[in-house]
């Protein structure tokens, strides 16, 4: 499937409001990393200095490295393929919308970003890989004194808290705007993240089949 085929094929699940397959695994993929993550890392902060600590950190390092990657992939996919237009961008929901969009995709780069600078300011030779599979260098951070060192890691692990809490409070958020879209606005906006064939009642909007290109009835 070249990139024209995966358009129009996309295209195909837009015009019925809906996501594509390979959309709605980003999505749920993603979220369940994320929320892994931040359960995780509330886990390990409260764990005793040692060696299973540092494992711990590697895992959880590793795991925000491969949040990193598949938000690129996310990033490029959406950027090409689009988006069901289920909600309107310029009323308050499309602009509250986005910003979360925005911050969501900030958070996929600058979290394991800090999480990459503060592992590599600590004395650990254990190795880093994405998704356990692919090797991932370590800044060379080694090079510099250990009162810059320790500087950067305050930076970064300072950064990173508050990114976790702004992340962490905007998670509801968006999931409790999803909810009010089924329940109060009765839309497609949580149903096109969740049924992948779509409406089916002809004449709908965002069904497969709209009224106007339906065949004129037989004579009687």
Do not use: C
């Not at 015009?15 to 999505?27: K, L, N, Q, S």
């Not at 690129?72 to 988006?83: C, D, H, K, M, Y």
């Not at 999480?115 to 080694?142: K, N």
């Not at 002809?202 to 106007?212: E, N």
Request: charged share 15%; aromatic share 12%; glycine share 10%.
């Amino acid at each position: 499937m070249n990139l024209v085929q995966a358009i129009e094929w996309a295209e195909g699940h837009h015009r019925r409001g809906m996501y594509t397959p390979i959309g709605v695994a980003f999505h749920w993929v993603m979220a369940a990393l994320v929320i892994f993550q931040l359960g995780h890392g509330w886990y390990l902060s409260w764990q005793p200095v040692g060696g299973d600590k540092y494992l711990g950190y590697q895992t959880h390092t590793e795991i925000g490295l491969t949040i990193m990657v598949l938000g690129t992939l996310r990033f490029l996919w959406r950027s090409q393929i689009g988006t069901p237009d289920n909600v309107d961008e310029d009323s308050f929901a499309g602009r509250a919308s986005h910003a979360l969009q925005v911050w969501f995709y900030f958070s996929f780069f600058a979290l394991p970003i800090s999480g990459w600078v503060m592992w590599s300011t600590l004395p650990s030779d254990l190795p880093l890989s994405i998704a356990g599979v692919i090797p991932f260098p370590r800044l060379p951070f080694d090079q510099l004194s250990e009162a810059l060192q320790f500087t950067l890691m305050q930076g970064a692990a300072r950064a990173h808290v508050w990114i976790v809490w702004i992340t962490a409070l905007s998670i509801p958020g968006h999931a409790g705007a999803a909810v009010l879209h089924y329940l109060v606005k009765r839309d497609r906006v949580l149903q096109s993240m969740l049924d992948l064939n779509g409406p089916d009642e002809p004449g709908v909007v965002g069904a497969a089949t709209d009224a106007g290109s339906r065949p004129p009835p037989l004579p009687r």
